[in-house]
């Protein structure tokens, strides 16, 4: 259910995929193109987010339905105090990460249950899914190589872990062809960032 005014728009994939760099790609074309964008993340891009983000990457071990329960409030206030009203406003709203990471990291990845955690976070954000997700598929060993930070709790998730929140993405993305474009992210920077940039014009030309 998304919002007609604007457009929303995730990017999705393991750690060190090149989101970020993809993200500030396609904002800089539409602002080229003359449209209002709105950059976002999830978790922590508000007061209470950043809270909520402390505490889910770098506070204490929580067990997994906890993790899941602060990925959702973050979730849910993050969408009703900045991008409904964003996309209401007619702009082209950027996230990077939404209810897929959780479905991949909580409900197959801690094995909550796939289908448990999307009606979660469905009902967190009443509904709202991304009119285009862009998924940047990368192997984990090298997503997780170029990381030079001190990893979070979920980038020490370890190999099995992360091999199976990979397949948990390809296999959402499989089911759902008409949102997801998925991405080889080992290939050119420029290129991805064409081929994203063609697909978000399509939408914005309907």
């Not at 204490?60 to 969408?79: F, G, I, Q």
């Amino acid at each position: 259910m998304s919002v007609a005014a604007g457009l929303f728009v995730s990017f999705e994939g393991g750690d060190g995929a090149g989101k970020s760099t993809q993200v500030r790609a396609l904002a800089d074309w539409l602002t080229g193109q003359g449209r209002t964008v709105l950059l976002t993340f999830e978790p922590g891009d508000t007061e209470l987010g950043r809270t909520l983000r402390a505490a889910v990457l770098h506070g204490e071990d929580v067990d997994p339905r906890t993790e899941a329960l602060l990925y959702a409030t973050d979730r849910a206030h993050h969408v009703a105090s900045v991008v409904r009203p964003a996309l209401a406003r007619g702009e082209v709203v950027i996230t990077d990460r939404y209810l897929d990471s959780s479905v991949a990291y909580q409900g197959v990845g801690r094995g909550l249950g796939a289908q448990t955690i999307e009606q979660l976070s469905l009902w967190a954000t009443g509904g709202l899914l991304p009119d285009l997700t862009v998924l940047l598929d990368l192997d984990p060993t090298a997503g997780l190589a170029r990381i030079t930070r001190e990893p979070d709790r979920l980038e020490r998730g370890g190999d099995e872990f992360h091999a199976t929140t990979r397949q948990a993405f390809l296999d959402r993305a499989a089911a759902d062809p008409g949102r997801f474009l998925v991405l080889d992210a080992t290939r050119p920077v420029a290129d991805l960032a064409a081929q994203i940039a063609q697909r978000v014009g399509q939408l914005l030309a309907r």
